[in-house]
Structure formats: C-alpha cells, structure tokens
C-alpha cells in the first residue's frame, strides 16, 4: 500500500502506516537489525566518539567555509574535464539536467541511489520528455515497480517484505518467481544487465565531493553505481551543495562513520572516486560528465545558528533507525522526500514559507535518541523545537493548542488553582474510568486512547503524601548514611530559612 499523498495530514499517513500490520513489521525488523549492526560498529571500533567528534568538527570546518569549498571544487573538477552546473532551484536543476538528456538525444538514463533526485523529482520530468529513467539499485527498482517514493534514505523498500517484493517482481517479470532473497535479486540482475548496456546517460548521486582534486566519491553495496559511471558515453552527477569535504583525508574519517552509521558495515562494498572523465589509457568511463550542485533551500541555512548544522548530515539514516516514531509508522507518514528525524528537519527547512511547513516537527518524543545515533553529532531534537516555536512565533501554530497552553500554565503557577482543579478532576473522573485508565475516544483524548490508555488521576497527590513520605525518608536514612542525613538536614535547614522570610515553595 502506498502512503505516499502529501495532500493528506501526517495524523492521517501516521494512522493509515500504525493499520498496516505488513508495514509495522517489516520496518521494525529492519530497522533493529540495522541499529543493532551500527552499535556493534561503534563498540568494535573502539574510540566512536573521538572518530565522531573529528566528523562534527570536519562538517562544521567544511560548512563554515563552503563558498571557498565549492568553488575549489568546481574549478579542480572543471579542470578535470568535468561540465559543472549550478542549480538555485529545483526547477533549474531539472531544467539542466533536461537539457543534457535532450542534447544527448537519450532515450534511456540508468540511474544509482540518489536522494537529491528524488527530491527533484527528475525520473517524472525525465518521463515527460520521453526518456525511460530506470533505477538500478535493487530497493530503488522495487520502489520504482511500486510506483512509490523511498520510505528510509537507505533502505527504499524497508516497508515491504519478501513476499509483496516477490509479487512485484513477478508481475514484472511475467511468470511466478519464489519468494528468495537469491532467486529475486538474480532476476533484477539479469534485467538489469541488458538496460545498463542500452541506457544513453548513466545518472547518479553523490556521497562525498572532494574539494582538493574535484572528485566525487560514490558508496554501494551492490556495484550498480560503477556499472552505471562505467557503461553509458555521459554521467551526470546530481550532487546538494553541502556534499563538499576538503580533501581525500577527511574522507579517511568519512569512510568510517557513514557505513557503520548506516548499515553497521566496517566498509562499504564498493566506494568508487571517480575524476572526470575518461581519459584516452583508460579502459572505461564516460566520455562526457556532468555535475549538477543543487542549492534549492540549502542556502538558507547557511548563517541560521539554529540550524547551519543541519547541512553536516552525511545521510546515513541512522537517526531514523534509532527514532521510536520512524520506527513505528516508516518513511512516508512524513510526506516528504527524507523521512525519520533529519526529514522532519530537512523537509520544512528547506521550504521558505512557514505556511507550508505541516505537522511534521510534531511527530517526534524529543527524545534525542537522533542525537545519540547521528555520526556527525547534530542536535535535531533541538532543532525540532526550534521549528515549532518558529511555527508558532509565525502564527501559524494551533490556536485551540495556545489556548490550551495558556490554561495550562495558569494552573501550574498556582498551587491553589491546582489542587482545585485535580480535586475537581478526581471527583469527575469517576464517570469515565474504566479499569484504572480513562479510555475514552473523544475530543483531545481520541488520538492518545486511540492506541492507549490515559491514566486515572491518582486518589491523593504526591503533595499530600509528601509530609509521610518526608518523614519516611528521613528516617531511613538516618539509619542508612550518616552523611547523607547530615547533607539532608543542610538541605531543610536551608529550605526552613527560605520559608522564613515567608517564601512558599510552589511545587
Ligand atoms: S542527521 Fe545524522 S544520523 Fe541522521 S541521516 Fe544525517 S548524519 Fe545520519
């Protein structure tokens, strides 16, 4: 099933994901496997944190420095041969990479994993000008055969299993093929050979771009990027301006992080530099290449202290791994390109008006469980409270949400408006609890009881039991530890002199 409309709401993708069993499982299978691989790497490693440290200050140097860097690199890449092109705008880099395709008179483009064609939406612009746009990475043509949009910056096909992958194949191939890993990759390999020998154009993305030589440098595992920078006469590389490290050492640290981060891989299978195009000793390669370096939206972080970070990501997918929303409902109840927590950032972040921005920094617990996973250290649980209190300084937060917040903190800064109220709550709760939970399905409370249960307001609150409990623990303490009971009286005696002066301590 796809829930890849963006027209809806994310509460609706989100319920229409948390209904689907096949989804649920495939994306919490996976997800485990590969958050398991990538802690092992880290703990194999040994000194993770120094590595990801060094990859922080790499990004944060590159970033800083990036006018200078991307005109190093395009000037290292010119003088390689390369046609390099830049793109304000989405719209500019399809028309660019149109008109390669047009000069070319392609009629076939072979393309390797590429998140920023995706974002460009090249494959049904390549489509509309009669160029067969074919994705040869194996969870991309699944995606592809899906008529659906990636669901996990490195997985694709993550919410599907072996047998719905099996059922797409099969239609494409015309004939029944068994639900075997072995069995439906050979089956997407033999097809796959005879496209990479028609295609015109070999199409691809890029992880890293090296500065100091103009290079461009692909990760894979499955050696269908270098067939596709190998076998067609032209490659056009598409590339967001932020892809930029300064020189083949920094890759040395890059090369690290990224395959642990992602996969839990000591090394990517293949990792191919690739510096222009062919020369005449060479045995293969484009005769002609392209590199596209995309902005659209990426500039206007640059200067944000809130979220300059944002352009260090190297795109590993480990955030989404780690987060307990991402895993739960998978990559299209974000209704974006980039999905998990760096696509809650990323996608209204690169969008200028706020009016456009949906729900989507909402769906995340802040539990900066990102953080903890992300290779290059970028603070997205901060940056998600950035963006709604943007959303909101904007005026286009919920207006029934402000309300409610305004009641809220009226009664929490009164301590007698409080007990009121829970007294209150106490007594009229009695009509709706049921089972010690409050279970009903209406107002505020139909999304929470929706998939648990409230909580029953408790019979006394934890300051009418605090006087007991004070006693309780001073006690046992005076038997457990003689210096905390000392640091223990410190503490009430200095709270006794505070109340002293007539202070009330509003808990
Ligand atoms: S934000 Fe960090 S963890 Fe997430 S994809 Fe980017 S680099 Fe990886």
Same mark, same amino acid.
């Given at each position: 099933?796809?829930?890849?409309?963006?027209?809806?709401?994310?509460?609706?993708?989100?319920?229409?994901?948390?209904?689907?069993?096949?989804?649920?499982?495939?994306?919490?299978?996976?997800?485990?496997?590969?958050?398991?691989?990538?802690?092992?790497?880290?703990?194999?490693?040994?000194?993770?944190?120094?590595?990801?440290?060094?990859?922080?200050?790499?990004?944060?140097?590159?970033?800083?420095?990036?006018?200078?860097?991307?005109?190093?690199?395009?000037?290292?890449?010119?003088?390689?041969?390369?046609?390099?092109?830049?793109?304000?705008?989405?719209?500019?880099?399809?028309?660019?990479?149109?008109?390669?395709?047009?000069?070319?008179?392609?009629?076939?483009?072979?393309?390797?994993?590429?998140?920023?064609?995706?974002?460009?939406?090249?494959?049904?612009?390549?489509?509309?000008?009669?160029?067969?746009?074919?994705?040869?990475?194996?969870?991309?043509?699944?995606?592809?055969?899906?008529?659906?949009?990636?669901?996990?910056?490195?997985?694709?096909?993550?919410?599907?299993?072996?047998?719905?992958?099996?059922?797409?194949?099969?239609?494409?191939?015309?004939?029944?093929?068994?639900?075997?890993?072995?069995?439906?990759?050979?089956?997407?390999?033999?097809?796959?050979?005879?496209?990479?020998?028609?295609?015109?154009?070999?199409?691809?993305?890029?992880?890293?771009?090296?500065?100091?030589?103009?290079?461009?440098?692909?990760?894979?595992?499955?050696?269908?990027?270098?067939?596709?920078?190998?076998?067609?006469?032209?490659?056009?590389?598409?590339?967001?301006?932020?892809?930029?490290?300064?020189?083949?050492?920094?890759?040395?640290?890059?090369?690290?992080?990224?395959?642990?981060?992602?996969?839990?891989?000591?090394?990517?299978?293949?990792?191919?530099?690739?510096?222009?195009?062919?020369?005449?000793?060479?045995?293969?390669?484009?005769?002609?290449?392209?590199?596209?370096?995309?902005?659209?939206?990426?500039?206007?972080?640059?200067?944000?202290?809130?979220?300059?970070?944002?352009?260090?990501?190297?795109?590993?997918?480990?955030?989404?791994?780690?987060?307990?929303?991402?895993?739960?409902?998978?990559?299209?109840?974000?209704?974006?390109?980039?999905?998990?927590?760096?696509?809650?950032?990323?996608?209204?972040?690169?969008?200028?008006?706020?009016?456009?921005?949906?729900?989507?920094?909402?769906?995340? %617990?802040?539990? @900066?469980?990102?953080? *903890? +996973?992300?290779?290059? =250290?970028?603070?997205?649980?901060? &940056?998600?409270? #950035?963006? /709604?209190?943007?959303?909101?300084? %904007?005026?286009? @937060?919920?207006?029934? *949400? +402000?309300?409610?917040? =305004?009641?809220?903190?009226?009664? &929490?800064?009164? #301590?007698? /408006?409080?007990?009121?109220?829970?007294?209150?709550?106490?007594?009229?709760?009695?009509?709706?609890?049921?089972?010690?939970?409050?279970?009903?399905?209406?107002?505020?409370?139909?999304?929470?009881?929706?998939?648990?249960?409230?909580?029953?307001?408790?019979?006394?609150?934890?300051?009418?039991?605090?006087?007991?409990?004070?006693?309780?623990?001073?006690?046992?303490?005076?038997?457990?530890?003689?210096?905390?009971?000392?640091?223990?009286?410190?503490?009430?005696?200095?709270?006794?002199?505070?109340?002293?002066?007539?202070?009330?301590?509003?808990?």
């Amino acid at each position: 099933m796809s829930h890849t409309t963006t027209k809806s709401t994310v509460k609706e993708r989100a319920d229409l994901a948390l209904n689907d069993e096949f989804l649920r499982k495939a994306v919490k299978f996976t997800t485990e496997r590969l958050r398991g691989g990538k802690l092992k790497a880290a703990a194999d490693h040994g000194n993770w944190d120094d590595w990801r440290e060094r990859g922080r200050q790499i990004r944060l140097h590159t970033i800083a420095h990036l006018d200078y860097y991307l005109t190093t690199f395009a000037n290292n890449a010119r003088a390689n041969g390369v046609h390099v092109h830049f793109a304000d705008t989405d719209v500019e880099a399809v028309k660019i990479s149109l008109e390669i395709a047009a000069a070319k008179q392609a009629k076939s483009v072979v393309k390797s994993k590429s998140m920023v064609t995706e974002e460009l939406h090249l494959n049904k612009a390549l489509a509309s000008i009669g160029v067969e746009a074919i994705e040869t990475d194996l969870g991309e043509y699944i995606i592809q055969l899906a008529d659906e949009t990636p669901s996990h910056i490195i997985i694709p096909a993550i919410h599907k299993n072996r047998y719905q992958i099996a059922d797409l194949l099969s239609k494409d191939a015309g004939e029944t093929l068994a639900p075997d890993t072995t069995i439906l990759a050979g089956y997407v390999r033999k097809k796959l050979r005879e496209k990479f020998l028609e295609a015109d154009i070999g199409m691809t993305g890029c992880n890293f771009a090296i500065a100091e030589s103009g290079s461009m440098v692909l990760f894979e595992n499955e050696g269908n990027a270098r067939m596709v920078t190998t076998v067609p006469k032209t490659q056009i590389t598409l590339m967001g301006m932020e892809r930029i490290i300064p020189t083949w050492s920094d890759l040395e640290v890059m090369a690290t992080l990224l395959p642990r981060s992602a996969t839990g891989q000591k090394l990517t299978v293949y990792m191919s530099g690739i510096t222009g195009p062919r020369r005449d000793a060479d045995a293969d390669g484009p005769e002609e290449m392209h590199i596209i370096i995309v902005d659209n939206g990426r500039s206007q972080q640059l200067g944000d202290p809130e979220f300059q970070e944002l352009l260090n990501c190297i795109r590993c997918g480990a955030c989404l791994n780690a987060c307990p929303v991402y895993r739960h409902i998978g990559g299209h109840a974000y209704g974006g390109t980039y999905s998990g927590p760096i696509g809650a950032v990323l996608t209204p972040a690169l969008k200028k008006n706020v009016a456009e921005w949906d729900d989507i920094a909402n769906a995340s %617990s802040l539990c @900066g469980a990102c953080y *903890e +996973a992300c290779p290059v =250290k970028i603070p997205l649980h901060d &940056m998600l409270v #950035s963006l /709604r209190r943007r959303k909101v300084e %904007s005026g286009h @937060g919920d207006k029934i *949400e +402000a309300a409610g917040m =305004k009641g809220f903190a009226a009664l &929490m800064g009164n #301590s007698k /408006r409080m007990n009121a109220v829970l007294k209150l709550g106490r007594i009229g709760q009695k009509l709706v609890v049921r089972d010690g939970g409050i279970r009903l399905k209406v107002g505020p409370l139909k999304g929470w009881n929706s998939y648990r249960v409230t909580p029953s307001l408790p019979k006394a609150s934890f300051r009418d039991g605090w006087k007991t409990l004070e006693q309780e623990i001073r006690h046992g303490l005076t038997e457990a530890d003689p210096a905390i009971q000392a640091r223990l009286a410190e503490a009430l005696a200095a709270r006794g002199k505070k109340g002293g002066k007539g202070g009330h301590h509003h808990g």
